[in-house]
């Protein structure tokens, strides 16, 4: 109850502004609910007087008054929907914004457990959820139960015995209602889970077609859809059957209400006891008031799936974002909360960002869930201007390395230190200026091409991004399309060849001009000559700076000063190429290895495999494929608990 | 109108079904109209003081009318939902049918996400409305004649009167239908646009943080959502509106009787009922009219629905069978040319990946195609499977053009191992029986030939355990002995492996070679791997380089005469 309350709390605090904006809209709704009941009202007069008495000037004033009443209502009616909706939808967008700013600053651990698409549902439709129940559900339960009251009070002074026999049937079409309501809840859930498991079916055979098809396997697969088809069928009948079934005894209830205040109504009205006027204004007003029954107990689910949107919105927005986080981690006492942090300010000296001596591991490990630790004593010093190379099967912790130093999660034992300072000491933002980050995976944002290597960040020139551009042999690319940087990005960046976009992400990285590069090698293939593009870019990119690399290209190994051997999360090996050869050790083992997969990647590459593409283009608006990018998202990010999972499963 | 042939065919197996529900609709039409003529009749004994009885009478019709109208029409909508499911099934069950067909040329058009909503969300909105869209717009349009009939026949110029500005509202809707159009448009635009911003920037996030432009991803962020906000208002304001316009029509309806009819009353030109009846009329016509507007919108969506899926249908396979095909015969005699290529060349739309191919696999022989990256093993593996047909030459299976067999009986004699291989999220059985009939020993055979029998006894309920999605919960090696067993378990003729056996230790790897000479005697394998010890168990090595191949020969002679080859293996062995 305590947590409702909070909950309830916390909504008031994003309707607060617009407070005298729903007050408005809810004194409308009064005078529209009343104006509204007035209609059979003038009717009753005009039946009863005019008629009765055959008073033509009555008749006038009656539909004068009638048509005046509606067009206030009409015109209340106007201004009271369009202030609640621009409400709703003002309010919805505050909570959106809010939501994603916040998003925006958890720790990385959050967006491995909920990939992107999950996201957007959070964002999305729990809001518009949320928003339903403000716009829709709350307001005409309001006017609903008010117009309701109103109709009883009027049939009640009107005549109380006809009132009572209306009220006889009302109470069991209430709890009919809300018995079959709960009812039709589960249902629908069945039904749901049916078709999300139909939709699973269809993009895993989809994706496993080729297989489907070298083994003859069309028929039964065939079967297998029909079957789910049948399944999913059979559920939405059961479910929406009830539905109809409902609507259809409410039909029924409301003859039945006809039928006896026409019977009683009408042997009262033979004995004068009642005018036809009011008979007619009692058809009038039950013809009404069924609709809202309806309403009324579809409204119970909405409540009920707006809590669960409001409790998951509000979740969201109490987890700690990821200075918060990581202060409480390292046990630093709170330092002024700086939201300033937001505003789009290069506020600290460049010295503070700059990198003047060396990176030193000392004695780090790390472990994800607190077990099993994903590196342990990994000690080492990389000098300023050094060309260091993480080579080591997967699993064995390379990636991980990046993600401590650019403190994305924190270490578990030992320290980190950059020019002499701990890492953590550092403020975060300042921590991660110092690095330029390229991984495997490019993402490519909505917008211009000019957008995505300067990342939106306009303190970056026009003309330093072509510079960077042109550095990475990137400029011919650019120019041949029709805008150059101004072409917009299309959607997931289909209209750039996985060469380009890896070189778009190394003119990012020269655009921030950060003194250290970290970059985790994509191990993608791409044509000769865009690997020769790519590996003089790279080269490029290297110079003069200090250059952490996850290697898988041969040639990267090579032009390393120094190369960091890792498995199982412990340096094995450590020197330059020539060093580790001599040594025939795991870098020897490795290197052939890596020659081969080299090979072979890029054999792979020329295959034309349509499962590259129906899996990165994966439908966003579909479950399963949604799990799959989550999925490889996730491994990228986390590659190396992946891999040890594998590793465990292995024989 | 193709659209709408397109879904008229897929009612045929149900005309009677279709004519049930016409014929109910009419009943319903009926019954649905039939209460303010009651209304009428009571109030006019009532006024007329007539005898209780009479008015009994009527009430008993109303009660008797009310329940059949509810019985009716539960019918009517139990029918119709019924055929919006049933068409749902059948046409997804098509469609499905067709995806078994489509080659990879298609996938790499149509991405799964793509094809899924196709046949989920729209394939659903699309049936309702062939469905409950079609005969409820029956329905409206009954109701509308019948009622205005009733008025007609209660009293012309009063009908005329009341009824004209409710047409006009009907006018009005059409003009407002295309403004909505265009903002519910940019609205969804706008809605679609937010959802990339909150996507790209989520899914890029580890980008966002090392670059620390948060705060610019917000700017962004906001500028979107304010687009989608004026948008979404701007469609409000519409609707708002034309709810008001369509309100106001309607309440003048009200007012022409109001006032018209209340004199006519006293005139004595029509009775105190018709009057009632009357203004129960006009309320109940102005809902059909708004939903006919309704309609208009939502049959043009669905026709888009109807074409994005005729695109799916026309799409053509890309294998297509010769007109009458032949069985395929893999019985060559042993040590008869089994596969023949001759003067073959491939190329995958501009870029040719084999060219001029002659070679000639034996029955019982073991070939390997060995070479560099991009050299074109994998695509001489899928031409034998026919994934593909080749641009120029012959392809032969027992002297035959491939091209002349039927494919099911091609791929039936085969066992394809595919670098990749695909697992669903199904038990290991299934994964492996593949919903084909077999016997134990044929399992067996398969399981231990594939190495399988010691990972299956690890397993909690052995064969009967559930892999995740892509068998998420197998490891790389495990995976690829599943669909070796999958491939084994056919007893197959020909047994085509691409480097299929590559996350396999050496000594596993030995015991397949073995096992499967002992319980597949007769098999002939072709396949293309990197590791030597994969290589040395063919009897004939054929070296493919940038598509052609420069020489061929047993392990011995390849690695005594041939360059190329010693130049690869020791790539591959490293110094």
Redesign the interface.
């Known amino acids: 109850m305590s947590e409702l309350i909070r909950l309830k709390k916390e909504l008031f605090n994003f309707i607060k502004p617009y407070l005298s904006n729903i007050i408005f809209a809810i004194v409308l709704l009064v005078i529209v609910s009343s104006l509204s009941l007035a209609?059979p009202i003038?009717?009753k007069r005009?039946?009863d007087v005019?008629?009765a008495n055959?008073l033509?000037s009555g008749?006038?004033l009656?539909?004068a008054m009638?048509?005046a009443v509606?067009?206030a209502m009409?015109?209340c009616?106007?201004f009271q929907?369009?202030t609640l909706?621009?409400v709703g939808?003002?309010i919805m967008?505050d909570i959106?914004?809010k939501l994603?700013?916040h998003?925006?600053?958890l720790p990385?651990k959050y967006?491995e457990k909920n990939?992107?698409?999950k996201?957007?549902s959070r964002?999305?439709s729990d809001t518009e959820t949320l928003r339903q129940l403000f716009t829709n559900t709350v307001m005409t339960l309001f006017q609903d139960l008010l117009m309701f009251a109103g109709m009883l009070a009027v049939m009640f002074y009107l005549s109380a015995k006809l009132t009572f026999i209306v009220l006889l049937i009302l109470p069991f079409l209430f709890a009919g209602a809300f018995y079959i309501q709960r009812e039709l809840r589960t249902r629908f859930k069945t039904a749901r889970d049916k078709?999300s498991m139909?939709?699973?079916f269809?993009?895993?055979?989809?994706?496993?077609?080729?297989?489907?098809?070298?083994?003859?396997?069309?028929?039964?697969?065939?079967?297998k859809?029909?079957r789910h088809?049948?399944e999913?069928?059979g559920t939405?009948?059961f479910a929406?059957?009830l539905e109809?079934?409902f609507?259809?005894?409410i039909?029924?209830a409301?003859?039945?209400t006809?039928?006896f205040v026409?019977?009683f109504g009408?042997?009262m009205?033979?004995n004068k006891e009642l005018t036809?006027g009011t008979?007619?204004l009692f058809?009038?007003y039950i013809?009404q008031c069924f609709e809202p029954i309806i309403r009324l107990s579809e409204q119970f689910n909405i409540i009920q799936k707006a809590r669960v949107a409001a409790e998951r919105i509000f979740e969201i927005l109490t987890l700690e974002t990821?200075e918060s986080y990581i202060k409480e981690l390292d046990k630093i006492p709170d330092a002024p909360a700086d939201d300033e942090?937001?505003?789009?300010s290069t506020d600290c000296a460049p010295a503070e960002i700059s990198f003047k001596d060396s990176i030193v591991f000392d004695n780090v490990s790390f472990s994800y869930d607190g077990e099993r630790e994903v590196l342990s004593g990994v000690s080492f010093k990389v000098n300023k201007g050094e060309k260091v190379a993480l080579v080591g099967h997967t699993g064995s912790g390379k990636t991980t390395i990046l993600s401590l130093l650019?403190r994305?999660y924190s270490h578990t034992g030992g320290k980190i230190t950059i020019d002499g300072t701990d890492i953590r000491e550092m403020k975060l933002?300042n921590l991660?200026?110092k690095?330029?980050?390229v991984?495997q995976d490019v993402?490519?944002?909505?917008?211009r091409v000019m957008d995505n290597i300067r990342?939106?960040?306009e303190s970056i020139s026009e003309s330093e991004v072509e510079k960077a551009a042109g550095a990475v042999n990137m400029l011919d690319f650019i120019m041949k399309k029709e805008k150059g940087f101004q072409t917009e990005v299309a959607?997931r960046g289909s209209n750039f060849s996985m060469g380009e976009r890896q070189l778009l992400s190394f003119a990012?990285a020269l655009a921030?001009n950060s003194d250290i590069l970290?970059l985790d090698e994509a191990t993608s293939?791409v044509d000769p000559y865009t690997e020769a593009l790519i590996q003089d870019a790279l080269l490029k990119i290297q110079a003069g700076r200090t250059s952490i690399i996850v290697a898988h290209r041969l040639s990267t190994i090579i032009n390393s000063d120094r190369i960091i051997v890792l498995e199982a999360g412990k340096i094995v090996e450590s020197g330059s190429h020539k060093e580790l050869l001599a040594l025939n050790g795991h870098y020897k083992k490795l290197?052939?290895k890596q020659?081969?997969t080299d090979?072979?990647?890029?054999?792979?590459?020329?295959?034309?495999?349509?499962?590259e593409?129906?899996?990165s283009?994966?439908?966003?608006?579909?479950p399963?494929?949604l799990?799959?990018?989550g999925?490889s998202?996730t491994t990228t990010?986390n590659e190396d608990t992946a891999g040890a999972q594998?590793?465990q499963?292995?024989? | 109108m193709n659209q709408f042939k397109w879904i008229i065919n897929f009612w045929r197996p149900y005309k009677l079904r279709a004519a049930l529900i016409i014929f109910l609709t009419f009943v319903y039409g009926g019954f649905a109209i039939c209460y303010p003529l009651i209304f009428k009749f009571i109030i006019d004994s009532l006024n007329a003081n007539a005898a209780a009885g009479g008015v009994v009478k009527f009430v008993l019709t109303l009660f008797a009318a009310g329940t059949l109208m509810a019985i009716t029409y539960m019918t009517l909508q139990r029918n119709r939902l019924m055929m919006n499911l049933t068409l749902e099934k059948d046409i997804r069950n098509k469609i499905f049918d067709y995806l078994t067909r489509f080659g990879s040329n298609f996938y790499q058009k149509f991405g799964t996400g793509d094809i899924v909503t196709r046949l989920m969300d729209e394939l659903e909105q699309l049936c309702h409305l062939s469905s409950s869209g079609i005969f409820r717009l029956l329905q409206v349009i009954l109701t509308l004649f019948f009622t205005i009939g009733v008025l007609m026949a209660l009293n012309v110029k009063l009908t005329l009167l009341s009824t004209l500005p409710l047409i006009m509202v009907f006018a009005f809707y059409i003009i407002c239908d295309k403004d909505f159009f265009t903002k519910s448009r940019a609205m969804r635009d706008a809605v679609s646009a937010v959802n990339d911003a909150i996507e790209t920037c989520f899914s890029g996030i580890t980008v966002v943080k090392s670059y620390c432009c948060e705060s610019y991803q917000k700017q962004y962020f906001d500028a979107v959502m304010e687009k989608r906000r004026s948008s979404e208002l701007a469609l409000i304001k519409l609707e708002q509106k034309m709810e008001l316009i369509y309100g106001f029509m309607s309440q003048v309806g009200m007012f022409v009787i109001v006032l018209y009819g209340g004199i006519m009353v006293l005139n004595k030109e029509i009775t105190l009922g018709t009057f009632v009846a009357f203004s129960n009329y006009i309320m109940v016509l102005a809902g059909p009219l708004m939903e006919l507007g309704w309609f208009l919108m939502s049959f043009r969506k669905g026709f888009v629905t109807i074409d994005r899926l005729m695109e799916v249908e026309k799409e053509t396979p890309q294998i297509i069978e010769c007109y009458n095909p032949a069985d395929a015969n893999f019985n060559a005699a042993p040590g008869q040319t089994l596969i023949s290529f001759s003067n073959l060349s491939f190329s995958y739309g501009d870029e040719f990946a084999l060219k001029n191919l002659n070679f000639d696999i034996k029955r019982g022989e073991k070939a390997a195609f060995v070479g560099g990256f991009g050299s074109g093993k994998s695509s001489v593996l899928k031409l034998i499977m026919r994934f593909f047909d080749a641009d120029d030459g012959e392809l032969k299976v027992t002297g035959e053009n491939i091209k002349n067999l039927k494919l099911k009986s091609v791929r039936d004699n085969i066992g394809y191992v595919p670098q990749d291989c695909y697992l669903f999220s199904d038990t290991i059985l299934e994964n492996i029986s593949f919903g084909r009939a077999h016997e134990k020993r044929e399992l067996e055979n398969a399981l231990a030939a594939a190495q399988l029998n010691d990972t299956i006894t690890t397993f909690r309920r052995g064969l009967e355990e559930e892999i995740g999605i892509r068998g998420l919960s197998l490891s790389g090696g495990q995976k690829q002995r599943v669909s070796i067993a999958r491939a084994l378990l056919k007893s197959p003729k020909l047994l085509l492996l691409d480097d299929a056996t590559s996350s396999l230790d050496n000594k596993t790897e030995d015991s397949f070679w073995d096992s499967v000479s002992e319980k597949y005697p007769d098999v002939t394998v072709i396949f293309a791997s990197h590791r030597i010890n994969t290589i040395k168990r063919a009897d004939r090595i054929f070296l493919l380089e940038n598509g052609r191949i420069t020489t061929s020969g047993t392990f011995e002679e390849l690695s005594r005469n041939s360059e190329a080859f010693k130049k690869l293996l020791q790539s591959e062995n490293n110094e």
């Not at chain 1, 269809?202 to 079967?223: P, R, T, W």
């Not at chain 1, 942090?341 to 789009?344: E, N, S």
């Not at chain 1, 993402?443 to 917008?447: A, E, I, K, S, Y």
Request: proline share 2%.
């Open positions: 209609g003038i009717i005009l039946i005019d008629i055959g033509y008749i006038w009656s539909a009638y048509i509606k067009l009409l015109a009616n106007y929907m369009y909706q621009r939808v003002s967008c959106k914004l994603f700013s998003i925006l600053r990385l967006f990939p992107a698409g996201l957007i964002i999305e078709a139909v939709s699973k269809l993009s895993e055979y989809i994706q496993g077609m080729q297989c489907v098809q070298a083994f003859n396997y069309e028929d039964a697969s065939k079967e859809m029909d088809n049948d999913k069928k939405f009948y929406e059957v109809i079934i609507h259809n005894s039909l029924l409301e003859a039945l006809l039928s026409l019977y009408g042997s009205a033979l036809i008979l007619v058809i009038g013809r990821e942090k937001q505003t789009a650019l994305f933002e991660r200026k690095f330029a980050l991984l993402v490519l944002f909505p917008g990342l939106l960040n959607e990012r921030f970290v293939s290197y052939e020659r081969l090979a072979k990647s890029k054999n792979d590459g020329a295959a034309l495999d349509p499962r593409d129906t899996e283009d994966g439908g966003r608006l579909e399963v494929a799990m799959a990018a999925f998202q990010l594998k590793m499963l292995a024989e």
